[in-house]
């Protein structure tokens, strides 16, 4: 198999950001008097859009509740973002896949804002072909944002693989049609992350790319 597309998620999957989101998650309970989820419940949701992420970690939280704790929310994300960070590996890994000549997308959780943040201090931008976020499209693991993606880039779904750290981006990829490449460094366990069939499961930056490396190319 060789993939002419290979789609990247954001958060815990190219960028070091897991603690944080689970950080504002419980900051913005404490704020508002609602019970704090665990760790391992609010990394759960990483990946789906934020309002989808929250009804679940959140179930106190209402309707009228929602712009404050979204407020609260952003206030403690922005408050660590000068500790986020790419995992270590990743630059190396996009340039290296752009030197084969394949191209990059990126389905994310994030709404446009919040990547179009991320890809200007990062300076990745420029390496991905297309972009979709969770509020201009369905979340995951709904498959439009793979749909559209190949929809744009004209790909058959066959040369195209979604890598991810959650079971959304995994279940997602399932519901597209497409391959599924699983990393354990993010949220999601290796039980879960198996239980979507991915082609595989890596638990570093550079085994990722020593899987990919041969298994891409336009042409190939």
């Known amino acids: 198999m060789s993939y002419s597309l290979v789609v990247f998620d954001w958060d815990g999957t190219l960028m070091d ?9 419980q900051g913005a309970c404490r704020d508002l008097d609602l019970a704090v989820p665990s760790a391992s419940e609010a990394s759960w949701v ?42 270590d590996g990743i630059n ?12 990059l997308a990126v389905a994310t959780g994030k709404s446009r804002v919040g990547l179009t943040r991320a890809l200007a201090a990062t300076g990745l931008g420029p390496l991905f072909a297309a972009t979709r976020t969770a509020d201009e499209t369905f979340s995951k693991p709904h498959p439009a944002m793979l749909h559209e993606l190949m929809q744009e880039l004209d790909v058959d779904p066959s040369r195209v693989i979604m890598v991810g750290d959650t ?7 399932c519901n597209a049609g497409v391959h599924g490449l699983g990393v354990t460094y993010g949220a999601h366990t290796l039980k879960e992350l198996e239980g979507c069939a991915p082609q595989a499961v890596l638990d570093t930056v550079p085994l990722v790319r020593e ?4 298994r891409v190319g336009v042409n190939g």
């Open 92 to 103: 190396e890994l996009l340039a290296d896949l752009a030197n084969q000549n394949v191209r």
């Open 211 to 214: 899987w990919l490396l041969p």
């Open 46 to 87: 990483i990946g789906l859009s934020l309002e989808s992420a929250l009804r679940r970690a959140v179930p106190e939280l209402t309707q009228a509740m929602l712009p404050r704790f979204l407020e609260r929310y952003r206030t403690h994300y922005l408050l660590r973002d000068p500790e986020l960070r790419l995992f």
């Open 17 to 25: 950001s897991t603690h944080s989101i689970v950080a504002a998650i």
């Open 167 to 173: 079971s959304h981006d995994l279940q997602m990829a």
